[in-house]
């Protein structure tokens, strides 16, 4: 199912993070679909304001 899908996907990307970036992520699961990625309290990006999910890449490169 999607949920199980999206999942997969954030636990793939939190991989990807700290295989990188040496950072250890802490997936917290949102409601309504909300998808936000925050860095020491500043938000790099936000399904809810852009209307779409990142790619990893960007992603990425906001952490680099």
């Not at 954030?10 to 409601?31: C, F, S, V, W, Y």
């Amino acid at each position: 199912d999607y949920e199980f899908q999206m999942a997969q996907l954030n636990r793939h990307l939190a991989a990807e993070i700290e295989q990188k970036h040496g950072i250890a992520p802490t997936l917290i699961k949102g409601d309504s679909g909300v998808f936000e990625v925050v860095r020491d309290g500043r938000l790099i990006f936000s399904k809810k304001a852009s209307g779409r999910f990142p790619t990893h890449e960007e992603i990425l490169e906001q952490l680099g």
